[in-house]
């Protein structure tokens, strides 16, 4: 196969002199019916064929006589050097600009004369020569009596032709298979049939059952591929599959809603598009058959199932390997679009008016805006109307950017069609004339550690990452709970107290002027309808009971926290323990050995916060400070007399008592020291502000502003024990 830079930009020749025909030197068998039409007939004017034909052969420039598609190896390399060619060795114009360009790969394939054509009689108008030139003979009408006997003769030269008998497998490995290999090298390929309705672009693409088309075979060949390769790196498949109807995008894997296209620097996306991670090509293919169960046909009259939108499948392959020399690990990723386009059609060829006559409009609204790209393109316009369609926008990337691109024009042979065969192969031969950058590799480098104390310093980066999110966590948390004390205190603010009087604190020589003003700062709210003040009140309560939920749970945290760390000292006091008495034992002093663990035990005094013992934990021994206010605050303590003679909450107190309900939930809970502020409902009630200022060491501490004059600010400390709280300080 001849490099693509180096077929002569006039090779397609569009022939309108007539001259005898010369029958080309090497027909093949299946071009027969088209070698008999020129032969056979005597109304043949003839055909002129292109004047240059390549003398040398050279690695990328083959004869096209020598293009052989089931040689599938050497039509493969040469397809490969071009795939991802930059300029032509030599000869091209793009070198001599010191461009990196590649230009479009275009094919034509024709199908089979149906049966309605047969029935029709119509005559064949395509003749595929050397598997690469494409001759078109148009009939005279036959009831243009004059020109009955004349025949118009037109040629155009392709990258590869292929007669209706090429198999589907000749196909995709001509046009597709290397670009599936380009792939994965992260590069971006792209394969769009183009022809007339029914000219078999779906057969092509997707094909049947037994004879699958580019789209499976080119999925079967990718897990193949990263089959083989696997050993080499990993590879992740991702895939989607979209259609454009009556110009809306839509998801065929999940549809929906219509989809909005984007561009972004990976190109135009159809934002919320589903991309499915596939590992094997039978969950691949299971996702074709249900997108395309999802896919608008339709029958009209010029197909049984017309396809009303272009589908286009996308294929990312990401792939991951360690450069052997940087020992970097290597992130490529290279994209396939299959795109089966929707059948341009005339008007009349639909056979109904409403909705298919709509959808024929909008597919050939498509059609030539991709024409009108098309043309800007080979004219090496500026501006290029991508944004005229939905089709065009998504072909961008195909069409102008960087990405191998392949064009199957299908048509039909039939001279019935021979308008839109002529229209689709005149397509295709500007198309030829589209100049691609080069599609480079799309790869990065990501270092990774090389030593084993690179990963542990990684671990420790992790970790000392982890630790710092989690402390900003615990910093958010604390401020949310003092947001939600807060808007408690200003909420429960909003009811009257009930007896300032009560409160010793608030100044009762209050100035009127200042009380107003206090006041005014309340009727800021709109809380001073009898409405609004019971609202408020409400809201008060919820947010008290919301508050207590979220302490209660706190509680329960703690208990348990609590709990494991008493096992935990339990285990080791039981440890110690059995030492202790084996040692007592060596020693002798078999009788003592359960006395002397417990008093080496009792001996020492825990300090604040320190846990002792799993009976003593259960009910901690408090500090001096926690137990005289325990002491002065409850006669029925259940303190014993320890034998240090320190009095202490015994142990006892949780083994035959039943923890009562949290005293949070209990208004009085609050046991008041002698010179303690007053009782916690009259304070509660004239409180303005509370602020939890602290939550450690299973205590809450809390400053509650009194509202008032002279406002002041107490400080109050919760203790939680187990299931009990207590007030414990407060000045
Ligand atoms: N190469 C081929 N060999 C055998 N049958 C073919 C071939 N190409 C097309 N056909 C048949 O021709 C008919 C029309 O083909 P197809 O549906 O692929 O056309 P199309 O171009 O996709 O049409 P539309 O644009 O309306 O969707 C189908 O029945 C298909 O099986």
Redesign the pocket.
């Known amino acids: 196969m001849r490099d693509r830079n180096s077929i002569p930009t006039n090779s397609s020749t569009v022939t309108k002199t007539f001259v005898l025909p010369q029958p080309p030197s090497s027909i093949n068998d299946d071009t027969k019916e088209n070698h008999n039409l020129i032969a056979g007939s005597d109304r043949i004017v003839g055909f002129s064929y292109p004047r240059k034909v390549p003398t040398t052969t050279t690695a990328d420039s083959v004869p096209a006589s020598n293009l052989n598609l089931n040689s599938r190896n050497s039509n493969s390399t040469a397809f490969a050097r071009r795939l991802s060619m930059p300029a032509a060795t030599g000869k091209g114009k793009e070198e001599e600009l010191g461009k990196c360009v590649s230009r479009i790969m275009v094919f034509v394939?024709?199908?089979?004369m149906?049966k309605k054509e047969k029935e029709l009689s119509s005559r064949c108008c395509v003749r595929i020569v050397n598997n690469r030139d494409v001759y078109l003979t148009e009939f005279a009408n036959e009831n243009d009596y004059l020109r009955l006997n004349r025949v118009k003769g037109r040629h155009f030269t392709f990258d590869g032709s292929f007669t209706?008998s090429?198999t589907?497998e000749q196909v995709y490995s001509t046009t597709t298979s290397e670009l599936v290999e380009a792939v994965l090298q992260g590069r971006n390929g792209s394969v769009f049939?183009y022809?007339?309705?029914?000219?078999?672009?779906?057969?092509?693409?997707?094909g049947?059952v037994e004879?699958p088309g580019v789209m499976v075979l080119a999925i079967k060949d990718l897990f193949s591929k990263i089959r083989q390769r696997s050993c080499d790196g990993s590879h992740v498949v991702h895939l989607s599959y979209l259609e454009v109807y009556n110009e809306t995008v839509r998801d065929l894997i999940c549809p929906g809603r219509p989809l909005v296209l984007r561009e972004d620097k990976q190109g135009i996306v159809a934002a919320g598009l589903t991309q499915y991670r596939a590992s094997s090509a039978d969950e691949v293919m299971a996702l074709l058959q249900q997108g395309n169960r999802s896919r608008t046909?339709e029958p009209?009259r010029?197909?049984?199932?017309?396809?009303?939108s272009h589908a286009i499948l996308q294929v990312v392959v990401e792939y991951r390997v360690r450069d052997a020399t940087t020992m970097n690990i290597v992130n490529r990723v290279g994209k396939l679009s299959l795109i089966?386009?929707?059948?341009s059609?005339r008007a009349l060829a639909t056979d109904q008016r409403t909705l298919r006559s709509l959808e024929g409009a909008n597919i050939n609204r498509s059609l030539l805006a991709l024409s009108s790209c098309i043309n800007a393109l080979v004219e090496g316009k500026k501006h290029i109307p991508y944004r005229n369609s939905k089709l065009t926008q998504l072909l961008k990337d195909s069409l102008g950017g960087t990405c191998n691109t392949v064009m199957i024009a299908?048509i039909s042979p039939s001279s019935l069609s021979f308008g839109e065969t002529q229209n689709t192969v005149h397509w295709a031969d500007r198309a030829k004339e589209i100049r691609l950058k080069v599609s480079d590799t799309n790869e990065d480098q990501l270092p990774m550690p090389e030593t084993e104390s690179d990963q542990a310093k990684l671990v420790l980066e992790l970790q000392k990452e982890n630790r710092e999110i989690r402390m900003q966590l615990a910093r958010q948390q604390q401020k949310l709970l003092t947001l939600e004390a807060q808007s408690l205190a200003s909420h429960s603010s909003t009811t009257p107290p009930p007896s300032t009087a009560n409160l010793s604190t608030t100044p009762t020589s209050a100035q009127p002027s200042e009380r107003r003003r206090t006041r005014s700062s309340f009727l800021a709210g709109t809380c001073f309808t009898p409405e609004t003040k019971k609202k408020g009140a409400e809201l008060a309560v919820r947010t008290l009971q919301r508050t207590v939920k979220a302490l209660e749970a706190e509680i329960e945290r703690m208990k348990k926290d609590h709990n494991l760390q008493l096992k935990q000292k339990d285990d080791v006091i039981r440890e110690l323990t059995r030492k202790c008495g084996k040692q007592a034992l060596t020693n002798g002093e078999v009788g003592k050995r359960v006395v002397t663990g417990a008093a080496s035990l009792q001996e020492k005094e825990p300090k604040d916060g320190e846990l002792k013992s799993h009976h003593r934990l259960r009910s901690p021994a408090p500090t001096a400070k926690k137990r005289s206010f325990w002491d002065i605050t409850t006669n029925s303590s259940p303190s014993v007399t320890t034998l240090n003679g320190r009095k202490t909450r015994s142990h006892v107190l949780s083994e035959h008592t039943a923890p009562p309900p949290s005293m949070l939930l209990q208004p009085g809970f609050a046991r008041q020291k002698a010179n303690a502020p007053p009782l916690w409902p009259s304070f509660y009630a004239s409180a303005q502000r509370m602020i939890v200022q602290s939550v450690a060491n299973q205590r809450v501490s809390f400053a509650i502003e009194a509202f008032g004059e002279n406002s002041k600010r107490f400080s109050c400390c919760w203790r939680f024990r187990g299931g009990n709280s207590e007030a414990e300080a407060m000045d």
């Open positions: 394939r024709v199908r089979p149906n209706d090429a589907q049939c022809g007339a309705t029914g000219a078999g672009k779906t057969y092509t693409m997707l049947t004879n046909t009209t010029a197909n049984e199932t017309s396809s009303r089966d386009l929707a059948g059609e299908n």
